[in-house]
């Protein structure tokens, strides 16, 4: 098996507002001069994990991402008839294992504290919450269920060695994929094998302004004529370049199962090729399939193919000049550099050659 997968992949979205920044507005980038819609990383595989097709090509190997895990111990202990404020010390003393807790280190200040806020529930809530994201194995959860069970059954709180909760091989394909950071726990930490880029137009483009109305049902036009609710969104449509690589090496020794390993990249790739961001889907229903899908695999030293949509592609037939484009670019650096795949497979809809099975297949064996 080659080290390496690369994927190219176009994709066309109809007026959207798929990934928004702190406006409501869609997300940009300047780029060779010009303004693009862009579609960042973290939104984009947000949106493959928890897709019912990730979900169940990968059932058994996905995991948690949340900072709320000494909430859940907590729910749990309590469920099981240990006394809340021992409960509540037990899941701060765990939580502890997976980040740094909010409020005072010591669990008696910490009840303290609560205790003096104007909502001492809310605020020991609160305080049940580690300050990062942490992502859990599913065999982590279950360890943690166990230990629940064992403590709320002996009523006791957790000694030292029950705390070995987090495992440095996983099972679970997205933290594979993507790796984990735990800044109170680094030896658990897990480099992901999956670079994914922004998503961006190969064209430039300029947001547009969407005024609405919604009528009030019940309004008979009687006294007021007017609209019962008015607003404006943002908006914009496109053809984005895609770019992910796939070290399928490092993804083989994360998860230390090879058949678990090339289910993975094929779920990713149906998942990258078939799922869009949820953003005002309701709104826009902007759901798309790519409609290019370039390939490669190998050894050799990947790179990104961008660089062909540098200058904003402003011809009518967007969709053929840009695949055009594409492989005239990887043609010509494959010519001063030397080839970057070994073995490469396309899907292009718009010439109906080619399949998704076709690229599965070539990214994953």
């Known amino acids: 098996m080659y080290r390496y997968a690369q994927l190219h992949l176009l994709t066309a979205y109809p007026p959207s507002n798929l990934n928004r920044d702190d406006l409501g507005r869609p997300k940009s980038a300047v780029m060779g001069g010009s303004n693009r819609l862009r579609i960042a990383s973290q939104a984009l595989k947000r949106a493959w994990r928890t897709s019912d097709l990730f979900q169940e090509a990968l059932a058994g190997h996905i995991g948690t991402r949340t900072k709320e895990m000494g909430r859940s111990v907590f729910d749990q202990l309590v469920g099981q008839g240990m006394d809340v404020k ?60 166990s230990l629940i069970n064992k403590l709320a059954s002996e009523d006791r709180m957790p000694e030292e060695e029950d705390l070995n909760l987090l495992r440095e091989k996983t099972t679970a394909v997205d933290i594979a994929l993507f790796g984990r950071m735990l800044a109170a726990s680094t030896r658990y930490n897990i480099d992901g094998s999956t670079q994914v880029s922004h998503a961006v137009t190969v064209h430039p483009v300029a947001v547009e302004d ?3 109305t919604a009528v009030d049902d019940l309004n008979r036009s009687e006294e007021d004529m007017g609209a019962g609710h008015m607003g404006e969104t943002e908006f914009g449509s496109g053809l984005y370049y895609l770019y992910i690589c796939i070290d399928r090496e490092l993804l083989r020794k994360n998860l230390d199962d090879d058949a678990l390993a090339q289910r993975a990249i094929r779920g990713l790739v149906e998942a990258s090729a078939m799922v869009s961001p949820t953003g005002k889907q309701n709104s826009f229903a902007s759901r798309a399939r790519a409609s290019y899908i370039l390939c490669e695999t190998g050894d050799q030293q990947p790179r990104n193919l961008a660089v062909a949509f540098l200058e904003g592609i402003k011809d009518r037939a967007l969709l053929k000049k840009s695949i055009e484009r594409l492989e005239e670019t990887r043609e010509k650096m494959d010519k001063v550099y030397g080839p970057c795949s070994s073995a490469d497979a396309v899907l292009n809809a718009y010439t109906g050659e080619g399949s ?7 990214a994953s064996s």
């Open 86 to 145: 021992k409960a509540w010390k037990t899941a701060r003393t765990i939580a502890k294992q997976f980040g740094k807790i909010k409020g005072k280190e010591k669990e008696v200040d910490a009840w303290k504290e609560a205790e003096k806020a104007e909502d001492p529930d809310k605020e020991k809530q609160r305080l049940l919450e580690i300050e990062q994201l942490a992502h859990f194995d599913p065999t982590e959860i279950e360890a943690i269920k």
């Open 356 to 362: 998704l099975e076709e690229v599965l297949t070539c």
């Open 210 to 212: 969407d005024f609405f």
